[in-house]
């Protein structure tokens, strides 16, 4: 069904661009697009900036990972600590990361690390809110069965809550590695230094090359299919007990 709606789409592209009758530098054509795929790719160009939009991506994923599951933990558990954070992280998502990406440039002297900086940022709330709903959802029956088992607070966390809460974390970390794309992206719009797919997507849009800009396009998509194709097969390596169950 994939391969049928994938044709589809092609197909329609083509007719789209046929009989709309539409210059290539407006609209391209699905050839067009291959064309100029196989430049860049021949070239080395896109692999090249497709590794550097990776390596930023991945350590912001995994830093907004580390980040959230303590900081999850503690606003779960700490009806204080929800009433003293929870207003400030709310009202900081209602500020576009786009917005905040310019100063982090200015704070932090690495290019590199404030674009990864903004990944963080992107991705760091979905995971957190999971982590806080999935440690919620551990019905108390659960509590109360561990405490008259006499279970350690040791043996509670990783016996009852890591495996209650492990379902929707892992849902959350599948949004958070999509997102992680467009906070590389974002990250390499504000901060251009010749390298990146935003700076290749940016380079293409300046110069009319809209072929390569849905190059750029579709390689980011496969990149954030990758990405959540990775974290799918996590969640069912590490939930395999509810698929035996």
């Known amino acids: 069904m994939v391969l049928v709606s994938f044709v589809g789409l092609l197909a329609g592209w083509h007719l789209l661009v046929t009989w709309g009758a539409y210059d290539r530098f407006i609209l391209p054509g699905p050839v067009d697009v291959w064309r100029q795929l196989l430049?860049?790719?021949?070239?080395?160009?896109?692999?090249?900036?497709?590794?550097i939009t990776i390596s930023?991506?991945?350590?912001?994923?995994?830093?907004?990972?580390?980040?959230?599951?303590?900081?999850?933990y503690l606003l779960a558990k700490s009806s204080l600590a929800e009433r003293l954070l929870s207003p400030y992280l709310i009202a900081s998502q209602a500020i576009p990361v786009i917005a905040i990406a310019p100063l982090l440039t200015i704070w932090v002297r690495s290019t590199y690390w404030a674009r990864v900086l903004v990944a963080v940022l992107v991705v760091f709330f979905p995971i957190l809110i999971n982590i806080i709903a999935g440690l919620r959802a551990v019905p108390a029956e659960l509590y109360e069965l561990m405490h008259s088992l006499q279970a350690t607070r040791r043996q509670i966390f990783t016996k009852l809550e890591i495996p209650a809460a492990l379902p929707?974390?892992?849902?959350?970390l599948k949004v958070g590695a999509t997102l992680s794309v467009i906070g590389a992206l974002v990250g390499e719009?504000?901060?251009?230094?010749?390298?990146?797919?935003?700076?290749?997507?940016?380079?293409?849009?300046?110069?009319?090359?809209?072929?390569?800009?849905?190059?750029?396009?579709?390689?980011?998509?496969?990149?954030?299919?990758?990405?959540?194709?990775?974290v799918a097969l996590l969640e069912k390596r590490l939930l395999r007990w509810q698929a035996s169950k």
Request: proline letters at 4%.
């Open 39 to 51: 430049i860049v790719g021949g070239d080395g160009r896109l692999l090249k900036h497709s590794l």
């Open 56 to 72: 930023e991506l991945l350590p912001g994923l995994g830093i907004g990972l580390l980040i959230a599951m303590p900081l999850g």
């Open 168 to 172: 929707i974390l892992l849902a959350g």
């Open 189 to 230: 719009f504000v901060q251009p230094k010749s390298q990146g797919l935003g700076y290749l997507l940016v380079t293409a849009r300046y110069q009319f090359k809209t072929d390569l800009v849905f190059v750029v396009l579709i390689t980011l998509s496969a990149i954030a299919l990758v990405m959540y194709g990775l």
